[in-house]
Structure formats: C-alpha cells, structure tokens
Nanobody
Framework: VQLQASGGGLVQAGGSLRLSCAAS????????MGWFRQAPGKEREFVAA????????VYADSVKGRFTISRDNAKNTAYLQMNTLKPEDTAVYYC??????????????????WGRGTQVTVSS
C-alpha cells in the first residue's frame, strides 16, 4: 500500500489543522492506521491510531483530548483533526499502515508501511 499525507502547514497556537492520509494499492480496510510525528532533534513518536473499521482509537497522552483520528474506508483515507495546537506539536507528521486480520486495538508501534511526512508548524 502507498500512503500520501497532506494538510500540514503553519498555524498559530490555539489553531487547528486537519491532516489527511490517502492510501492506494491495497485493501484499506485491512489495515490499522496510525499517525506519528518527529520534531527536530527528537525521535519519531506515536500520536494516534485507529482500528480497521474506525471504531477503536488510541492516543498518546500528549494529544488526548485535542486530536481526533478517524478514517473513511470508502475513500481509502485516514484523518487527524488537530485542535488547540501548541508550539510543541511542531513536527513532521507521518501516516502509517499495519496489516491486521482482526478489528482489534491498534498498536503504537511496528507499522509496516509509511508515507512521506507533512510539516506542521505551530507558532507561539
């Protein structure tokens, strides 16, 4: 599966952005979908993930209550709605996919497919 993330940009603190991840070349509903981010000088970290049918989600503590992950299997697209953005959210955001045979809790690691990142910059 090929993944393409989009929707990044420059926003002021307190603002919102919605990232999209378009998938092609695979059966989208067979994958858990995740979002990760990497800030300059830091390791890549888990942000959020959603199960195969969209009903199960998991979040990093740092974004819980501010970010919402979702997916539209009919459009082969996953989303990350980011509200109340903070300067510490500045990073390159990546979407990722992991094959799953069951609609279980999506993992926070070990994703098999990655898209190119999209830059999110939050100014103070």
């Amino acid at each position: 599966v090929q993944l393409q993330a989009s929707g990044g940009g420059l926003v002021q603190a307190g603002g919102s952005l919605r990232l999209s991840c378009a998938a092609s070349g695979g059966t989208f509903s067979s994958y858990h979908m995740g979002w990760f981010r990497q800030a300059p000088g830091k390791e890549r970290e888990f942000v959020a993930a959603v199960g195969r049918n969209g009903g199960i989600t998991v979040y990093a503590d740092s974004v819980k209550g501010r970010f919402t992950i979702s997916r539209d299997n009919a459009k082969n697209t996953a989303y990350l709605q980011m509200n109340t953005l903070k300067p510490e959210d500045t990073a390159v955001y990546y979407c990722a996919a992991r094959v799953s045979h069951y609609n279980t809790l999506p993992p926070r690691a070990d994703y098999q497919y990655w898209g190119r990142g999209t830059q999110v910059t939050v100014s103070s």
